[in-house]
């Protein structure tokens, strides 16, 4: 979010360490009928758990003083952050949050979030199918199909390579990134659950065990993997260990190594990618830069979701995060986000668009969503580290 545009140590986030609180308080003004509240009451605040360069203060504002609300925002890094901040009585202090892919049914499954009227929510007509259910069903409740949150903004963890050194064809398979033959050509990231996770999409393609019964009983999941699976995933790591260039730690590392035609091939969220691209149409000498979304044995994806907690029980109080969701969610805010943040959106907002952020932003690619596993908590975060040790080990 800035993670697409700024470089710092890498989250999965933002490339800024973001966290504390922001007030953002507007003008005091009657909510419309039928909400009015008496003058002398206590200003409703409406609090929020979420990623900092999702922040609009113009649009804030502008709520604030329509709707005569106090927005608080509190940041966090990453998914598992925000979990502990609403698993330890944080639906008490919250009443919006983010979460992406497998994240808000974790939630939904613990009682930490609510369900949520989409009739209130007309915005949603401006969502791309892919992010909606049927096409996909993360963000509604697991037994009953009711809504549980809005889709945001979405993004994979795909190859982003140099095309004047590694073939449309050879980018087609992750096997790409283990390729003894480009040696010293090769970059991973230094987070280690991407890193196992996408190996894992090419240990079990290649084991044949994708379609097999999985130890949770639902459909393949690279994050939930066999004892025999995890073993296939740390021989492979530490083969590649001795491939990569180096395993970078912020994206201005990364954005160095390919702009100088050191690295050919790397996993990372397209922020490289869209910055090589812009720099390229600027007229800077830069390597022929290409993004595969999703290998063929597949690949790794996130969509970010706004929720309302379950501390929201006030009707009031609900009718505001309703608001506040439908706000959002219009295509012109949704444009200052992609600007701000530099991410794809899950609401189309191609009208307001050149061609050449529709191409940067995959604004015609939402469809390549199918068959990306979205992000989740491994099974076993124990021996997913000690995988991840001994590989750092050996």
Not at 100 to 116: A, N, P, Q, T, V
Not at 180 to 189: C, I, N, V, W, Y
Not at 295 to 324: F, N, P, Q
Not at 367 to 382: N, T, V, Y
């Amino acid at each position: 979010m800035s993670k697409f545009t700024k470089t710092g140590a890498i989250t999965r986030r933002s490339m800024l360490k973001g966290s504390g609180t922001l007030a953002l308080a507007g003008a005091m003004s009657a909510l419309p009928s039928p909400f009015i509240r008496n003058a002398e009451a206590a200003t409703l605040e409406i609090r929020a758990l979420m990623w900092e360069p999702y922040v609009l203060p113009a649009m804030i504002a502008e709520f604030e003083a329509e709707h005569g609300v106090k927005f608080t925002t509190t940041f966090f890094d990453g998914n598992s952050e925000a979990y502990n901040k609403l698993k330890l009585g944080g639906t008490r202090d919250f009443d919006l949050a983010q979460a992406d892919g497998f994240w808000s049914r974790l939630y939904s499954r613990e009682g930490l979030i609510r369900d949520i009227d989409l009739s209130k929510i007309s915005s949603m007509d401006n969502v791309f199918p892919a992010f909606t259910a049927p096409e996909y069903e993360l963000l509604t409740e697991e037994t009953s199909g009711a809504a549980i949150g809005v889709p945001f903004c979405w993004g994979g963890y795909g190859i982003t390579y140099n095309a004047d050194e590694v073939s449309e064809e050879e980018v087609s398979s992750l096997g790409v990134l283990f390729d003894a033959e480009k040696a010293g050509h090769l970059s991973a990231s230094a987070r280690f659950e991407e890193n196992i996770a996408l190996a894992a999409i090419l240990v079990t393609a290649r084991m044949g065990t994708q379609g097999d019964p999985r130890p949770d009983g639902k459909p393949f999941n690279p994050y939930v993997l066999t004892d025999a699976e995890l073993d296939g995933v740390q021989a492979l790591l530490i083969e590649q260990k001795g491939l990569l260039m180096t395993r970078y730690q912020d994206l201005g590392t990364l954005n160095n190594l390919m702009r100088s035609g050191i690295v050919w091939a790397a996993p990372e969220f397209s922020q490289v990618f869209r910055q090589l691209q812009q720099l390229k149409r600027e007229g800077k000498r830069v390597p022929n830069i290409q993004h595969r979304l999703q290998a063929e044995e597949g690949g790794l994806g996130w969509i970010d979701s706004w929720m309302v907690t379950s501390g929201v029980e006030d009707s009031e109080k609900l009718e505001v995060c309703h608001r506040y969701l439908d706000t959002i969610l219009r295509p012109e805010h949704m444009k200052a986000i992609a600007d701000k943040a530099g991410t794809s959106t899950c609401v189309d907002i191609r009208d307001l668009s050149t061609e050449e952020e529709r191409e940067l932003f995959l604004m015609d690619r939402t469809a390549e969503l199918k068959g990306l596993h979205m992000f989740d908590q491994p099974s076993s975060p124990e021996k997913w580290e000690r995988v991840w040790s001994n590989m750092e080990a050996a």
